[in-house]
Structures are given as C-alpha cells and as structure tokens.
C-alpha cells in the first residue's frame, strides 16, 4: 500500500514537471512569433523585391520571380505568426510557418539573416518534438550553448579589436581620444569581450547554476542594446528586437533546471549537434557561412564599395558624403550602410554573394557606370571585381 501511494506520487511530481515544461514551451514559442513579427514587419524590404537593393536568389533559376511571390509568402509568413501569438498551439501552423520561410529565403540570400536562421530552428525543434516538451528545451538549451561559444570565438581577432571595439566601443560610444587609448592601453582589452562570451557557453553547458550564468547573458545583451540601441549609436535597428528575444529565451529556458546531459541526447539528436556545434567550425576555412555560426560584429570578412558615376542618379540617396579612398572621382555607395538604410538587414558576408551582387548592379547599370571594391577587414586588402 506504501508502495503504491509512493509510486503515485512520483507519477503526480512528473506530470507536474511535464506540464511545466509544457507551459515553458508555450510561452517560448508564443515569444519567438512576437519579436519575429516584430523583427519582419520592421525589415519588410527584405521580403519583397519592390526596391533598389539587389534580390539575388542562390540558384540561377529562381530568378526573375515575380514580385507577387514574394509578398504572398511574405503575407502568410505574417498570418502564421499572428496565429501562433494569439491562438492555442497548433503543428500545422508552425509547418506553414517554416514552409514559407524557407521558400522565401529560396528567393533571395539577404533573407539568410541570423535571426533568421535562429527562429527557423527554434521552431524546427519545437514541431519535431511536439509532444516531448523536456527534449525542447534540452535541445533549446544546447542551442543557446552553441550560440554563445561560436559568437565569442569569432570575435577573437584583431578585426574584432580595431573596427568593433576601437572605432565602435571606444571612440564613436564611449567618445575616447586616441591618445586616451594608447595611453591607457585600452585596445587589447576588447578582447575580455569574446573571453567571457566563451567561458559563458562552457559555464552554461556544464555548469549547475545555468539559471545564475543567464543573467550574465541576459544582462549582455541589455549592454549591447544600450551600445547600439535608440540611446547608443542608433545602429542596425533591426537586431533591437533580437537581443530583446534572446533576453525573454533565457529567461523562460532556464526557468527550470535542465535535465543533466547523457550519450543519448546526442545520440538521438545527432543532426542538430553536426548543425550548431560541426559544421560552424568549417566557417573558419570559408566553408560554412558566417551568419549560420553566428559570427557577429567579430570584424571579419569583406566590406563592398560601389563606385557609381554621377549618371546613374537612381542610386544617389545612398552615395556615402564622405569622400573615399576606394573611389577616386567617383560617388562612392557603402553596401553595409545601403542594405541597413533600405531594407533595415545587413548583407550577407560572403564572397559569393558579393560577386552576384556586382554582377547584378553592373548588368542594370553600364559597367562602365559601376566599379566594386572588396576591402577584406583583417589583412586591410582591397580587390576590385
């Protein structure tokens, strides 16, 4: 009878802790709509083709799509979402979701966001394990780990140290001379940034206290919105309500401890652990892109500069008013700070695509007209395409 009565008990502890982790997965999921509504709302030149900024598909034959494609998707990519916010949980509508997501990104590579592709497999765990809402946020919490730990490694350069720190953190934030700097020998100590960003990750993945390890992450991100926010620089607006989301996933995936780790889970969910914590490692050797191991503001890759003459005024409300080395007697157009002002996303950093999209612009306009300038950040080289 003892027995019994212990044994029931131990059930009712555990459908407890199941609906917990229910709930948790409810309100993860109902949070990641929001903020991605939020965030595709705010960037909708992103998803349509109606703009000056180049719509530059990976295949060949996905050119030349009508526009109306792309506002459909885009329309029922909103609709999914709205659906989840405001309604009970539903498979369905979260493979509507991804379906329309990936056909647009299908559509053009800008679209290969960061947030992007970590919403995507956000939700991606969430309808593979819809009824198993511990493995969510196990697998939740190993994502965040890679996150992390890929972020702070990619920052562990000199790029990292000259144009995010220096110029960014120190001179254009914070307002310090250079005389400041160097007196103080302030350059070198950016490099605490990617270091505690690092032994986060590690802390997070085995660490006891992960719960205590999220508010250093989560107090991070609340920096970095600061530094780049409406109060800060007022910089790539579009990630504000990313760092806001990934404030509220911390908070609502270690509200609970997580369940300790064995061979099984990474057994069983081996494609996800080749997906975040693999296949980022081929992105040091150009083989894997820089966005899907999420190396941001690390100060690595290409910058693009567009060289336009004065004929080809269609582009003029994105000529750079400073004048520019890279375009001796030329108006000088700065992708980056193009894409950031029309359609609110940052280009993709990648050299394949950088040659697409020189390819586009001087086939629309006369190549005569146009010159682009890669200028790689680490080795301060420039090439002309």
């Not at 703009?51 to 009508?66: E, T």
């Not at 401890?257 to 652990?273: A, E, G, Q, R, T």
């Not at 890759?301 to 004929?311: A, L, P």
Request: net charge positive.
């Amino acid at each position: 009878m003892e027995f019994n009565i212990f044994d029931r008990n131990i059930t009712k502890n555990s459908m407890q802790e199941k609906d917990v982790s229910k709930q948790q997965v409810i309100y993860l999921v109902k949070m990641i709509a929001f903020f991605w509504l939020i965030t595709k709302l705010w960037s909708y030149k992103t998803w349509v083709s109606d703009r000056l900024y180049p719509v530059i598909p990976p295949l060949d034959i996905l050119k030349n799509i009508p526009e109306f494609w792309h506002q459909i998707l885009f329309g029922l990519s909103l609709l999914s979402l709205l659906i989840i916010i405001c309604f009970k949980e539903n498979r369905g509508v979260l493979i509507t979701l991804i379906l329309s997501e990936l056909l647009s990104c299908a559509l053009d590579t800008v679209r290969w966001q960061p947030w992007e592709y970590m919403y995507l497999c956000f939700v991606l765990i969430v309808i593979i394990n819809f009824y198993k809402p511990k493995n969510i946020l196990l697998l939740s919490h190993l994502f965040l780990v890679s996150i992390y730990l890929f972020s702070g490694i990619h920052k562990m350069n000199r790029g990292f140290l000259s144009e995010v720190w220096l110029n960014m953190v120190l001179v254009n934030f914070l307002g310090l001379s250079m005389e400041f700097i160097l007196k103080y020998k302030l350059f070198f100590a950016g490099l605490f940034i990617p270091i505690v960003e690092v032994i986060l990750a590690m802390l997070l993945l085995v660490s006891k206290s992960k719960k205590t390890i999220s508010y250093f992450l989560m107090f991070m991100h609340f920096t970095i919105l600061i530094f780049i926010g409406p109060f800060g620089l007022k910089y790539n607006s579009v990630i504000w309500p990313w760092n806001l989301a990934m404030i509220f996933i911390l908070m609502i995936v270690y509200l609970k401890p997580i369940n300790s780790l064995d061979k099984k889970v990474f057994v069983y969910h081996w494609y996800w652990m080749v997906l975040w914590f693999v296949m980022p490692l081929f992105s040091f050797f150009g083989s894997w892109y820089q966005y899907f191991s999420f190396s941001l503001y690390s100060g690595k890759g290409n910058c693009m500069y567009i060289c336009v003459s004065d004929k080809e005024m269609e582009l003029s409300p994105y000529f750079t008013p400073d004048k520019n080395n890279f375009c001796t007697g030329l108006n000088c157009i700065d992708l980056q700070n193009w894409a950031l002002e029309e359609i609110k996303s940052a280009p993709i950093p990648e050299i394949e695509i950088y040659n697409k999209i020189g390819l586009y612009l001087k086939h629309k306009y006369k190549s005569s007209h146009v010159k682009i300038i890669l200028y790689d950040l680490q080795n301060q080289k420039s090439i002309e395409l």
